[in-house]
Nanobody
Framework: QAQLMESGGGLVQAGESLTLSCVASGNFNRINEFEWHRQVPGAFRELVARIYRNGRTDYDESLKGRFTISSDNAKNTVYLQMTNLKPEDTAVYYC???????????WGQGTQVTVAS
């Protein structure tokens, strides 16, 4: 079994920054990749950023430049640094990990980010 735990969400003003963290724990040996997704009520969950074990990253093009994903493999932790936040970034942010144990795809419970104008 494995668990993902996000932290760092909250209420900020437009233009401010926020960093989310997600720690993976459990009986796994390898994290193949981490992802951050976000979801607003009534909409599909969308991919924000992805980081592979080798450090390669992918971003939603509209967020590139404001959001940065990074990871610390030794701590089984992924981060999402968000800068110049906008009200439209308001969402529940979810961490996802591809691990080497069944069912391979794991999700955190989500953390709320609210950006006030």
């Amino acid at each position: 079994q494995a668990q993902l735990m996000e932290s760092g969400g909250g209420l900020v003003q437009a233009g401010e920054s926020l960093t989310l963290s997600c720690v993976a724990s459990g009986n796994f040996n390898r994290i193949n990749e981490f992802e951050w997704h976000r979801q607003v009520p009534g909409a599909f969950r969308e991919l924000v950023a992805r980081i592979y074990r080798n450090g390669r990253t992918d971003y939603d093009e509209s967020l590139k430049g404001r959001f940065t994903i990074s990871s610390d493999n030794a701590k089984n932790t992924v981060y999402l640094q968000m800068t110049n936040l906008k009200p439209e970034d308001t969402a529940v942010y979810y961490c996802n990990a591809d691990l080497d144990i069944f069912p391979f795809d794991f999700w955190g419970q989500g953390t709320q980010v609210t950006v006030a104008s």
